[in-house]
Each structure stands twice: as structure tokens, then as C-alpha cells.
């Protein structure tokens, strides 16, 4: 590995742990990472529901001769009341020993992963929240085999 995409992955959790093509700038290659996530798919059909909104402000002079001194935009938002998804991950041990993706930095991507959604509130998201984290056993020796079930409400 060249001494710019080792640099890369000492010093950013997301290139040791997803990887990274950089080739803006220095051209330090591409860094496969070991972290794997899945797109995330709905266990039941969904209903997407489909709302109108309306902002009661005029943001620029522009805007504003536009609407001749109407000060209303409508606007549609889509919005899903509820749903279950499941997403699958997977880690490398391989890819792990080349970034240097460890044991502390595994610990904080079940963390983020628990809690990805508690600092991220929104309208258009609502009440979303990680269910359960289930991480099963594996037979890589450099981390220790375990089952875990992380909540939040």
C-alpha cells in the first residue's frame, strides 16, 4: 500500500473502515475497505403516502416579483408511516488487516449503527429508529465472536 492511502486510513475512520477511490488531487489509488452494508429492503409492502405542503415565505427578490406579492410555495412531501427494513452487513478480516480496520473501530460502527438515527430528526423521517443490531458469530480470530441485540426506542 503506498504511503498516501496508508496516511488515508490511519487518519479517517470512514476510508479504513468503507474504502475510497481518491483520485482527485494526489492520486492515492483506491482503498477497498472491509465494511459491506447492503441496501436496506422492506420485510412487508410499503404505503407511501404523499402530502401537500405549504411555505408561507419568499426567500429571494426574485422569488418574490414571481409570485406578485403572493408569499405561498406549495409543495409535496412523501412520507412512509411504517416500515420495516432489513440490511445485511458483512466485514472482511482480510481487508481489515490492510486498512487496519480494528477491534475499537468495529466497536464504533455497531455503536453508529445502533444509534444512527438519534441525531438525525427530521419530518421527513419522523420517529425512525434502529430496532435491533444483530451481529452473529464468526470464526475470525481478531474479533471475539459474539451476539448482541441493541435497542432503541
Known amino acids: 500500500m503506498s504511503l498516501a492511502r496508508q ?53 429571494t427578490e426574485a422569488e418574490a416579483e414571481k409570485q406578485q406579492g403572493d408569499n405561498r410555495t406549495m409543495g409535496r412531501k412523501h412520507t412512509v408511516p411504517y416500515g420495516v427494513y432489513v440490511a445485511h452487513g458483512f466485514v472482511s478480516s482480510f481487508l481489515a488487516k490492510q486498512t487496519g480496520f480494528g477491534s475499537d473501530d468495529l466497536e464504533l460502527l455497531w455503536q453508529a449503527l445502533s444509534q444512527m438515527f438519534e441525531h438525525d430528526r427530521s419530518a421527513a423521517r419522523g420517529q425512525m429508529a434502529t430496532r435491533g443490531l444483530y451481529v452473529l458469530p464468526t470464526t475470525v480470530n481478531w474479533v471475539t465472536p459474539r451476539r448482541t441485540r441493541c435497542s432503541s426506542v
Open 7 to 59: 496516511w488515508m486510513c490511519q487518519n479517517f475512520f470512514d476510508v479504513r473502515t468503507f474504502g475510497a477511490v481518491m483520485s482527485t488531487g494526489i492520486n492515492c489509488g483506491q482503498v477497498r475497505g472491509p465494511v459491506q452494508l447492503t441496501f436496506a429492503r422492506s420485510v412487508e409492502p410499503i404505503v407511501a403516502l404523499e402530502h401537500s405542503i405549504t411555505r408561507m415565505a419568499v426567500a
